[in-house]
């Protein structure tokens, strides 16, 4: 069982940078799928950024893409996002998601029925 722990959510300005990680448990993540989803108050789950190719290319949401950045450090069994030029937009709880396919069908990787895994979500607020 996969078991996955995000951290490095909180406050940011308007503007600022954030960094989150998800360490996983239970296995490596080197070759699974990965992904970053994100639910604002009243809003649909949505995914935001993921790697679900065998080589390793990130896909993007298109309003994060030039700002979001998902990579992994396989040896650490960690995944980030980092966030930069937050807007209150980006205000959520942010969810570190792990699944055992792997595509060639980039966006296939945003949508929730294509993992397996969920952390529990670390919340991001964005203030001005």
């Known amino acids: 069982q996969v078991q996955l722990v995000e951290s490095g959510g909180g406050l940011a300005q308007v503007g600022g940078s954030l960094t989150l990680s998800c360490t996983a448990s239970?296995?490596?993540?080197?070759?699974?799928?990965v992904a970053w989803f994100r639910q604002a108050p009243g809003k649909e789950r949505e995914g935001v950024a993921c790697?679900?190719?065998?080589?390793?290319?990130?896909y993007y949401l298109d309003s994060v893409k030039a700002r979001f950045s998902i990579f992994r450090d396989s040896a650490k069994s960690t995944v980030y996002l980092r966030m930069d030029n937050l807007t209150p937009d980006d205000a959520a709880v942010y969810y570190c998601v792990a699944g055992v396919t792997l595509t060639t069908n980039q966006p296939v990787g945003l949508m929730k029925g294509f993992y397996d895994y969920w952390g529990q979500g670390t919340q991001v607020t964005v203030s001005s």
């Open positions: 790697i679900v190719t065998r080589d390793g290319r990130p």
């Open positions: 239970g296995a490596t993540l080197e070759k699974y799928s």
